[in-house]
């Protein structure tokens, strides 16, 4: 089983990221995803989520209406679109998959700064 983020970088206040998980190893399209965040010093926090079948989704309060999380069950990808990033939204951002078991990526580091 693997789970592997990618997109993470360096980008300004007001610049835009997309990150994606890639997704081996178990049926991706059972399992709902989600994309949580960790900022040094501070708890992993739930960010934004997709449902399996019917793709729901789920948003933080903080990213709301700035976050886009989706999904491809043929590429056994998922991806979160973030824009109007804020200097706040500067922490690891990690994959996980869940539904009899849960997995997690290694994290991708977003860091946004002037």
């Known amino acids: 089983v693997q789970l592997v983020e990618s997109g993470g970088g360096l980008v300004q206040p007001g610049g835009s990221l997309k990150l994606s998980c890639a997704a081996s190893?178990?049926?991706?399209?059972?399992?709902?995803m989600r994309w949580y965040r960790q900022a040094p010093g501070k708890e992993r926090e739930l960010v934004a989520a997709?449902?399996?079948?019917?793709?729901?989704?789920y948003y933080s309060p903080s990213v709301k209406g700035r976050f886009t999380i989706s999904r491809d069950n043929d590429k056994k990808t998922m991806y979160l679109q973030m824009d109007s990033l804020k200097p706040e939204d500067t922490a690891v951002y990690y994959c996980?998959?869940?539904?009899?078991?849960?997995?997690w990526g290694q994290g991708t580091q977003v860091t946004v700064s002037s």
């Open positions: 996980n998959a869940q539904r009899e078991a849960t997995y």
């Open positions: 997709i449902g399996s079948a019917d793709r729901s989704t």
């Open positions: 190893g178990f049926t991706f399209s059972l399992y709902i």
